[in-house]
Protein backbone atom coordinates (compact mmCIF):
# COMPACT_ATOMS: atom_id res chain seq x y z
CA UNK A 1 0.00 0.00 0.00
CA UNK A 2 1.13 3.69 -0.87
CA UNK A 3 0.70 6.21 1.49
CA UNK A 4 -0.97 10.03 -0.05
CA UNK A 5 1.95 12.72 0.87
CA UNK A 6 -0.02 15.11 0.61
CA UNK A 7 -2.33 13.26 3.22
CA UNK A 8 0.26 11.80 5.28
CA UNK A 9 2.66 15.42 6.08
CA UNK A 10 0.47 16.53 9.17
CA UNK A 11 -1.95 19.02 6.43
CA UNK A 12 -4.35 15.88 6.05
CA UNK A 13 -5.24 17.79 2.71
CA UNK A 14 -5.49 16.34 -0.57
CA UNK A 15 -7.27 18.12 -3.20
CA UNK A 16 -7.18 15.36 -6.14
CA UNK A 17 -10.48 14.00 -5.84
CA UNK A 18 -9.38 11.19 -7.99
CA UNK A 19 -6.36 10.25 -6.03
CA UNK A 20 -5.80 6.34 -5.77
CA UNK A 21 -3.41 6.15 -2.45
CA UNK A 22 -4.36 5.50 0.80
CA UNK A 23 -5.55 8.38 3.25
CA UNK A 24 -5.56 5.71 6.17
CA UNK A 25 -2.24 7.46 7.92
CA UNK A 26 -0.55 11.09 9.25
CA UNK A 27 1.13 12.73 11.55
CA UNK A 28 0.08 14.86 13.83
CA UNK A 29 3.19 15.36 16.56
CA UNK A 30 6.91 15.92 15.51
CA UNK A 31 8.96 17.32 17.69
CA UNK A 32 12.81 17.38 19.73
CA UNK A 33 12.04 15.76 22.88
CA UNK A 34 15.70 16.02 23.74
CA UNK A 35 17.69 17.70 21.49
CA UNK A 36 20.55 15.37 20.00
CA UNK A 37 20.29 12.69 22.53
CA UNK A 38 18.89 9.11 22.06
CA UNK A 39 15.42 8.27 23.60
CA UNK A 40 15.73 4.50 24.51
CA UNK A 41 12.29 4.28 25.85
CA UNK A 42 8.71 5.37 25.11
CA UNK A 43 6.10 4.63 27.80
CA UNK A 44 2.33 5.97 27.82
CA UNK A 45 0.87 6.79 30.86
CA UNK A 46 -3.42 6.89 30.13
CA UNK A 47 -4.30 9.86 32.07
CA UNK A 48 -3.88 12.78 30.05
CA UNK A 49 -2.36 11.02 28.32
CA UNK A 50 1.12 11.77 28.97
CA UNK A 51 3.98 10.10 27.15
CA UNK A 52 7.35 9.51 29.36
CA UNK A 53 10.26 9.62 27.05
CA UNK A 54 13.69 8.21 29.00
CA UNK A 55 17.19 9.05 26.89
CA UNK A 56 20.59 9.15 26.93
CA UNK A 57 20.72 13.03 28.62
CA UNK A 58 19.97 11.02 32.05
CA UNK A 59 16.44 12.29 32.31
CA UNK A 60 12.92 11.21 31.46
CA UNK A 61 10.26 13.54 30.23
CA UNK A 62 6.83 13.67 30.74
CA UNK A 63 4.63 15.26 27.83
CA UNK A 64 0.98 15.52 28.17
CA UNK A 65 -1.40 15.52 25.07
CA UNK A 66 -4.46 16.43 26.64
CA UNK A 67 -4.61 19.46 24.06
CA UNK A 68 -3.93 17.75 21.31
CA UNK A 69 0.03 19.10 21.12
CA UNK A 70 2.73 17.81 23.24
CA UNK A 71 3.39 20.22 26.47
CA UNK A 72 6.51 19.22 28.89
CA UNK A 73 4.89 18.71 32.39
CA UNK A 74 7.23 17.44 34.31
CA UNK A 75 11.57 16.69 33.81
CA UNK A 76 12.62 13.84 36.30
CA UNK A 77 16.27 13.69 35.96
CA UNK A 78 17.96 10.30 36.93
CA UNK A 79 21.78 9.90 37.62
CA UNK A 80 22.66 8.19 33.91
CA UNK A 81 21.14 7.29 31.08
CA UNK A 82 17.66 5.93 30.59
CA UNK A 83 17.74 2.81 29.19
CA UNK A 84 13.81 1.99 29.53
CA UNK A 85 10.82 2.41 31.68
CA UNK A 86 7.17 0.74 31.68
CA UNK A 87 4.28 1.82 33.14
CA UNK A 88 2.20 -0.21 35.60
CA UNK A 89 -1.32 -0.46 36.42
CA UNK A 90 -2.01 3.01 35.01
CA UNK A 91 0.04 5.18 37.69
CA UNK A 92 3.30 2.46 38.34
CA UNK A 93 6.15 4.18 36.50
CA UNK A 94 9.65 1.79 36.94
CA UNK A 95 13.04 2.49 34.77
CA UNK A 96 16.89 1.40 34.11
CA UNK A 97 19.16 3.73 33.94
CA UNK A 98 22.70 3.91 34.29
CA UNK A 99 24.96 5.22 37.35
CA UNK A 100 28.24 5.75 37.67
CA UNK A 101 29.28 4.39 41.09
CA UNK A 102 32.71 5.88 41.23
CA UNK A 103 31.36 9.37 41.35
CA UNK A 104 34.29 10.42 38.83
CA UNK A 105 33.11 11.49 35.70
CA UNK A 106 36.93 10.87 34.22
CA UNK A 107 36.67 7.59 35.21
CA UNK A 108 32.61 5.74 34.42
CA UNK A 109 32.01 2.09 34.84
CA UNK A 110 28.23 2.40 35.19
CA UNK A 111 26.26 -0.13 36.60
CA UNK A 112 22.31 -0.67 36.02
CA UNK A 113 19.97 -0.03 38.11
CA UNK A 114 16.33 -0.07 38.01
CA UNK A 115 14.73 2.29 39.71
CA UNK A 116 10.38 2.96 41.18
CA UNK A 117 9.16 6.24 40.62
CA UNK A 118 7.29 7.55 43.22
CA UNK A 119 4.49 10.10 41.20
CA UNK A 120 3.74 11.85 44.42
CA UNK A 121 7.19 14.06 44.81
CA UNK A 122 9.18 12.35 41.80
CA UNK A 123 11.62 10.39 44.13
CA UNK A 124 13.14 7.43 42.80
CA UNK A 125 13.42 3.95 45.03
CA UNK A 126 16.43 1.75 43.78
CA UNK A 127 16.35 -1.98 43.44
CA UNK A 128 19.66 -2.60 44.53
CA UNK A 129 21.60 -6.19 45.70
CA UNK A 130 22.35 -4.66 48.77
CA UNK A 131 24.26 -2.00 50.45
CA UNK A 132 27.36 -2.96 49.56
CA UNK A 133 26.46 -3.88 46.12
CA UNK A 134 23.99 -0.76 44.90
CA UNK A 135 22.81 -1.93 41.73
CA UNK A 136 20.47 -4.58 40.13
CA UNK A 137 22.97 -5.62 37.77
CA UNK A 138 26.67 -4.73 37.64
CA UNK A 139 26.01 -3.61 33.35
CA UNK A 140 23.77 -1.90 31.52
CA UNK A 141 19.54 -2.92 31.90
CA UNK A 142 17.68 -3.20 28.63
CA UNK A 143 14.83 -4.58 29.39
CA UNK A 144 12.57 -5.76 32.18
CA UNK A 145 8.93 -6.65 33.29
CA UNK A 146 6.81 -5.78 36.06
CA UNK A 147 3.91 -8.36 36.99
CA UNK A 148 1.95 -9.24 40.09
CA UNK A 149 3.09 -12.71 41.54
CA UNK A 150 0.41 -15.64 42.36
CA UNK A 151 1.26 -14.21 46.18
CA UNK A 152 -0.70 -10.85 45.00
CA UNK A 153 2.97 -9.37 45.31
CA UNK A 154 4.61 -7.13 42.77
CA UNK A 155 7.46 -8.40 41.17
CA UNK A 156 10.67 -7.32 39.02
CA UNK A 157 11.94 -9.67 36.46
CA UNK A 158 15.53 -7.32 35.17
CA UNK A 159 17.85 -8.62 32.41
CA UNK A 160 21.56 -7.60 32.59
CA UNK A 161 24.12 -6.64 30.27
CA UNK A 162 25.81 -9.19 31.67
CA UNK A 163 23.91 -11.94 30.27
CA UNK A 164 21.99 -12.46 33.88
CA UNK A 165 18.30 -12.43 34.62
CA UNK A 166 17.13 -11.78 37.99
CA UNK A 167 14.23 -11.80 40.28
CA UNK A 168 12.82 -9.61 43.28
CA UNK A 169 10.16 -9.88 45.07
CA UNK A 170 8.55 -6.45 46.82
CA UNK A 171 8.82 -6.90 50.75
CA UNK A 172 9.38 -4.60 53.64
CA UNK A 173 9.39 -1.15 51.09
CA UNK A 174 11.71 -2.65 49.40
CA UNK A 175 12.31 -5.26 46.24
CA UNK A 176 14.14 -8.23 47.64
CA UNK A 177 16.35 -10.48 45.13
CA UNK A 178 14.50 -13.61 45.24
CA UNK A 179 16.02 -15.56 42.34
CA UNK A 180 18.44 -16.00 39.30
CA UNK A 181 18.14 -17.37 35.73
CA UNK A 182 21.44 -17.85 33.94
CA UNK A 183 21.83 -19.18 30.69
CA UNK A 184 23.02 -16.48 28.71
CA UNK A 185 26.69 -16.01 27.81
CA UNK A 186 26.04 -12.15 26.66
CA UNK A 187 23.93 -9.11 27.54
CA UNK A 188 20.18 -10.11 28.17
CA UNK A 189 18.75 -6.97 25.63
CA UNK A 190 14.73 -8.33 25.52
CA UNK A 191 12.42 -9.96 27.82
CA UNK A 192 8.49 -10.94 27.60
CA UNK A 193 6.08 -12.34 29.59
CA UNK A 194 3.79 -15.27 28.74
CA UNK A 195 1.73 -16.90 31.90
CA UNK A 196 3.98 -18.41 33.73
CA UNK A 197 6.92 -18.21 30.90
CA UNK A 198 9.61 -15.54 30.37
CA UNK A 199 11.04 -15.32 26.96
CA UNK A 200 14.51 -13.95 26.84
CA UNK A 201 16.74 -12.56 23.99
CA UNK A 202 20.33 -11.77 23.87
CA UNK A 203 23.14 -10.59 21.79
CA UNK A 204 23.87 -14.38 21.76
CA UNK A 205 21.85 -14.60 19.13
CA UNK A 206 19.64 -16.94 21.29
CA UNK A 207 16.02 -16.84 22.93
CA UNK A 208 15.29 -18.73 25.54
CA UNK A 209 12.09 -19.81 27.40
CA UNK A 210 12.21 -19.93 31.25
CA UNK A 211 9.88 -21.32 33.33
CA UNK A 212 8.88 -19.27 36.16
CA UNK A 213 7.67 -21.70 38.67
CA UNK A 214 11.35 -23.24 38.71
CA UNK A 215 13.25 -20.74 37.26
CA UNK A 216 14.78 -23.42 34.60
CA UNK A 217 15.29 -23.00 30.44
CA UNK A 218 12.96 -25.08 29.00
CA UNK A 219 13.65 -24.14 25.85
CA UNK A 220 16.86 -22.56 23.80
CA UNK A 221 15.91 -21.35 20.01
CA UNK A 222 19.20 -20.58 18.12
CA UNK A 223 20.08 -20.55 14.17
CA UNK A 224 19.86 -24.26 14.10
CA UNK A 225 16.32 -24.48 14.62
CA UNK A 226 15.53 -21.67 12.92
CA UNK A 227 16.52 -18.75 15.10
CA UNK A 228 18.19 -15.69 14.60
CA UNK A 229 22.08 -15.26 13.18
CA UNK A 230 22.86 -11.93 14.84
CA UNK A 231 21.77 -10.52 18.39
CA UNK A 232 18.31 -10.58 19.03
CA UNK A 233 17.36 -6.56 19.96
CA UNK A 234 13.64 -7.31 21.01
CA UNK A 235 10.68 -9.16 21.50
CA UNK A 236 6.80 -8.65 21.64
CA UNK A 237 3.78 -10.70 22.44
CA UNK A 238 0.93 -10.83 20.08
CA UNK A 239 -2.12 -11.53 21.33
CA UNK A 240 -4.88 -14.21 19.87
CA UNK A 241 -6.86 -13.37 17.12
CA UNK A 242 -10.83 -13.28 17.09
CA UNK A 243 -12.14 -15.15 14.17
CA UNK A 244 -13.72 -10.80 12.89
CA UNK A 245 -9.69 -10.71 12.62
CA UNK A 246 -8.92 -13.65 10.55
CA UNK A 247 -11.57 -12.84 7.64
CA UNK A 248 -11.01 -14.31 4.29
CA UNK A 249 -7.20 -15.14 4.53
CA UNK A 250 -5.68 -18.20 4.06
CA UNK A 251 -3.10 -18.08 7.38
CA UNK A 252 -3.35 -20.22 10.64
CA UNK A 253 -5.56 -19.66 12.80
CA UNK A 254 -3.95 -17.81 16.18
CA UNK A 255 -6.35 -19.07 19.17
CA UNK A 256 -3.29 -18.69 21.79
CA UNK A 257 -0.85 -16.09 20.97
CA UNK A 258 2.49 -15.29 19.25
CA UNK A 259 5.75 -14.05 20.58
CA UNK A 260 7.71 -12.22 17.86
CA UNK A 261 11.16 -11.49 17.62
CA UNK A 262 13.49 -9.42 16.16
CA UNK A 263 17.19 -9.03 15.20
CA UNK A 264 20.09 -6.93 13.87
CA UNK A 265 20.14 -9.90 11.33
CA UNK A 266 16.97 -7.84 9.83
CA UNK A 267 14.61 -10.47 9.92
CA UNK A 268 11.55 -10.66 12.30
CA UNK A 269 10.45 -14.72 13.35
CA UNK A 270 6.97 -15.24 14.54
CA UNK A 271 7.29 -18.10 17.21
CA UNK A 272 4.29 -20.37 18.47
CA UNK A 273 4.27 -20.27 22.48
CA UNK A 274 5.74 -23.33 22.56
CA UNK A 275 8.63 -22.25 20.73
CA UNK A 276 7.62 -23.71 17.49
CA UNK A 277 9.02 -20.96 14.13
CA UNK A 278 5.66 -20.57 12.65
CA UNK A 279 6.83 -17.35 10.20
CA UNK A 280 10.49 -16.19 9.05
CA UNK A 281 10.82 -12.73 6.81
CA UNK A 282 11.01 -9.27 6.36
CA UNK A 283 14.65 -9.30 6.06
CA UNK A 284 15.33 -6.06 4.79
CA UNK A 285 18.41 -6.18 2.27
CA UNK A 286 21.08 -8.32 2.17
CA UNK A 287 24.33 -6.85 3.67
CA UNK A 288 23.11 -3.49 3.98
CA UNK A 289 24.05 -3.57 8.08
CA UNK A 290 20.10 -2.77 8.25
CA UNK A 291 18.39 -4.64 11.63
CA UNK A 292 15.28 -4.32 13.43
CA UNK A 293 15.42 -2.22 16.85
CA UNK A 294 11.71 -2.37 17.53
CA UNK A 295 8.79 -4.04 17.85
CA UNK A 296 5.00 -3.29 18.92
CA UNK A 297 1.74 -4.58 18.20
CA UNK A 298 -0.91 -1.65 17.60
CA UNK A 299 -4.51 -2.68 17.82
CA UNK A 300 -5.76 -0.95 14.97
CA UNK A 301 -9.05 -0.08 16.61
CA UNK A 302 -10.91 1.49 12.94
CA UNK A 303 -10.53 -2.00 11.45
CA UNK A 304 -10.51 -4.36 14.48
CA UNK A 305 -7.08 -6.00 13.91
CA UNK A 306 -3.75 -5.85 15.04
CA UNK A 307 -1.00 -4.66 13.08
CA UNK A 308 3.04 -5.22 13.84
CA UNK A 309 5.07 -2.15 14.25
CA UNK A 310 8.68 -3.00 13.07
CA UNK A 311 11.41 -0.15 13.45
CA UNK A 312 14.93 -0.07 12.08
CA UNK A 313 17.89 1.13 12.42
CA UNK A 314 17.87 3.17 9.65
CA UNK A 315 15.00 5.19 10.91
CA UNK A 316 12.06 2.78 8.75
CA UNK A 317 9.13 1.64 10.23
CA UNK A 318 7.22 -1.12 8.78
CA UNK A 319 3.94 -2.53 8.99
CA UNK A 320 2.88 -6.27 8.88
CA UNK A 321 -0.55 -7.17 9.80
CA UNK A 322 -0.48 -9.79 12.80
CA UNK A 323 -2.67 -12.07 10.84
CA UNK A 324 -0.97 -12.58 7.46
CA UNK A 325 2.60 -10.92 7.93
CA UNK A 326 1.61 -9.11 4.78
CA UNK A 327 3.51 -5.88 3.87
CA UNK A 328 1.06 -3.31 4.57
CA UNK A 329 2.84 0.14 4.16
CA UNK A 330 6.63 1.62 5.08
CA UNK A 331 7.17 4.98 6.85
CA UNK A 332 9.89 6.42 5.07
CA UNK A 333 11.26 8.98 3.21
CA UNK A 334 9.20 7.77 -0.09
CA UNK A 335 5.60 8.56 1.91
CA UNK A 336 7.04 11.28 3.99
CA UNK A 337 9.61 13.18 3.18
CA UNK A 338 12.94 13.78 5.33
CA UNK A 339 11.68 16.57 7.73
CA UNK A 340 8.62 14.31 8.58
CA UNK A 341 9.99 11.08 9.38
CA UNK A 342 13.00 9.34 11.27
CA UNK A 343 16.39 9.34 9.76
CA UNK A 344 17.99 7.60 12.41
CA UNK A 345 17.76 4.15 14.53
CA UNK A 346 13.60 4.00 15.99
CA UNK A 347 14.66 2.39 19.58
CA UNK A 348 11.33 2.49 21.12
CA UNK A 349 7.25 2.39 19.59
CA UNK A 350 4.08 2.77 22.15
CA UNK A 351 0.02 2.37 21.75
CA UNK A 352 -0.99 6.09 22.53
CA UNK A 353 -4.74 5.65 22.61
CA UNK A 354 -7.37 7.69 20.15
CA UNK A 355 -6.09 5.49 17.25
CA UNK A 356 -2.64 7.12 18.11
CA UNK A 357 0.91 5.46 18.24
CA UNK A 358 4.16 7.52 18.63
CA UNK A 359 7.88 6.30 18.48
CA UNK A 360 11.36 7.98 19.16
CA UNK A 361 14.77 7.81 17.33
CA UNK A 362 18.50 8.32 17.71
CA UNK A 363 18.65 11.98 17.36
CA UNK A 364 16.15 12.73 20.44
CA UNK A 365 13.15 13.07 17.79
CA UNK A 366 9.50 12.02 18.78
CA UNK A 367 6.81 11.10 15.85
CA UNK A 368 3.26 10.73 16.77
CA UNK A 369 1.01 9.11 13.92
CA UNK A 370 -2.30 8.72 13.88
CA UNK A 371 -4.71 6.07 11.76
CA UNK A 372 -8.04 7.64 10.27
CA UNK A 373 -9.04 4.91 7.87
CA UNK A 374 -8.57 0.91 8.71
CA UNK A 375 -4.92 -0.16 8.02
CA UNK A 376 -6.63 -3.74 6.92
CA UNK A 377 -8.75 -4.19 4.41
CA UNK A 378 -11.22 -7.53 5.29
CA UNK A 379 -8.88 -9.85 3.68
CA UNK A 380 -5.95 -8.85 5.70
CA UNK A 381 -3.71 -6.96 3.37
CA UNK A 382 -3.95 -3.68 2.84
CA UNK A 383 -6.53 -0.51 3.58
Keep these: MKLCKFFTLGTMECTNKNCTYSHCLSVVSDFNAHPKSPIKSVAVMPDGPQVLTGAMDNSIKVWNFSQGKPELSATVPTVG ?13 VLSCDENLTGDPKNNVPVGIVKVLNPADSSLMSVKRSDEMPYTHPQSINSFVVLTGPDGVPYIISAGGEGLIRMWRFNANQFEHVGVLEGHIRGVTSLVLNDTYLWSGSIDTTIRVWDLNTLKCVCTLTSTNGGHTSPISCLVAIPPSTPSQQPNTQAPANTSGYIA ?3 L ?34 QDLLGGQQVLLVGLTDGKIMA ?13 ITNFGPNNIHMQTVWSIASLGHSCFVSSDNTG ?15 GTNS
Excluded at 365 to 379: C, E, G, Q, S
Aim: include cysteine.
Design 81 to 93: AVQHIEVKDGNTV
Design 261 to 263: SGS
Design 265 to 298: DGDVKIWSLSGELVWSGGHIAEGTGVGITSLHVF
Design 320 to 332: RSCVTMNLLFSLD
Design 365 to 379: RVIVWKAYLPLIDNT
